[in-house]
């Protein structure tokens, strides 16, 4: 007789394939419509972390774009000036202005020497007794042509119209940037701080970075031909803004950029993980070791 102790060999556990089978789909995942439940619950997590991390960058993004436009018109806005200012110094070769907004109010409303006083005097202020002598007494070209000076007027109403688009950008910089990057803002300038955040790529990024590179940002090209051709090394880039650095010694300056890089870096890691507030400290290190710095030290 055939030996039958092995006739059930792999009825076990998961002898019967197609019994086990079936038995697997109508549990553990539920058949179809477990399957399509927890399709669904897995989306839905899916979605909320996706619309998580954007809403996490959107600030850095509006920021990084934000700042980004705010140098190109201010680019564009330069170029105009120039080219302004050598057709228009045609006529008044001896009229320097550096407010570029009062400039293009005199391009505007000042045509001839014969220009009246007082609406001379509303363009400048009340400091325009010497423009007026300076308008008056001019060796450039002698008359403007009337069409000339209509295309003169249009380049100067541009730039007064990217001045207000300007104003506007800067006031969205400063009120966004102190929400996202409280600390870093306390510490700079909030538009030295869009710039940091724009090369960086987000407040993460530059959380994450050493403080040489957060002291190098801006200096990319210096750095690049230090690299190439051997030149000196820069000791900062963005960081040169800083009005507190215009003070302090020339040989302490890349030591005073390094210290308010590290700070900085210190600061971007508070904004972007710990969200407390400690820029209040981080200043008060800063204001002592610029102090320091300030002491005349003894000779040895």
């Known amino acids: ?31 179809r419509e477990g399957m399509a439940d927890r399709r669904k619950r897995f989306m839905q997590r899916a979605r909320g972390g996706v619309s998580t991390a954007y809403t996490a960058s959107a600030a850095d993004h509006s920021i990084i774009q934000a700042i980004n436009s705010y140098s190109e018109i201010e680019r564009i806005r330069n170029t105009i000036y120039e080219r302004l200012e050598e057709w228009y110094g ?14 293009a109010k005199l391009v505007s409303g000042v045509s001839s020497r014969e220009a009246d006083d007082e609406s001379i005097s509303d363009i ?6 010497m423009l007026i002598e300076k308008i008056k007494s001019s060796t450039g070209f002698p008359n403007m042509d009337p069409e000339e000076h209509k295309a003169m007027k249009e380049l100067a109403g541009e730039m007064l119209r990217l001045s207000e688009v300007q104003k506007g950008l800067d006031a969205f910089l400063e009120l966004q940037t102190k929400k996202l990057m409280p600390n870093v803002v306390y510490l700079i300038d909030y538009k030295i701080a869009a710039e940091m955040l724009s ?13 040489s590179t957060i002291q190098l940002l801006g200096a990319e090209r210096a750095l690049f031909k230090h690299m190439k051709y051997g030149s000196r090394p820069p000791k900062y880039g963005f960081l040169f803004k ?10 302490e300056k890349g030591r005073m950029a390094r210290i308010y890089a590290t700070k900085i870096g210190i600061a971007a890691r508070a904004d972007s993980m710990t969200k407390r507030f400690i820029a209040d400290v981080l200043k008060q290190q800063i204001e002592k070791a610029r102090k320091r710095d300030s002491q005349p030290k003894e000779s040895g």
């Open 1 to 31: 007789m055939p030996d039958n102790r092995y006739r059930n060999r792999g009825r076990g556990r998961f002898g019967n394939a197609d019994r086990d089978k079936g038995e697997r789909s109508g549990r553990g995942f539920g058949g």
């Open 90 to 103: 045609a006529y008044f070769p001896n009229i320097r202005l550096e407010n570029h907004d009062t400039f």
């Open 124 to 129: 400048l202020g009340g400091e325009s007794h």
């Open 199 to 211: 090369k960086a790529g987000s407040l993460q990024r530059l959380a994450m970075m050493p403080a």
């Open 242 to 251: 800083l009005p507190e650095l215009a003070t302090v010694s020339k040989k």
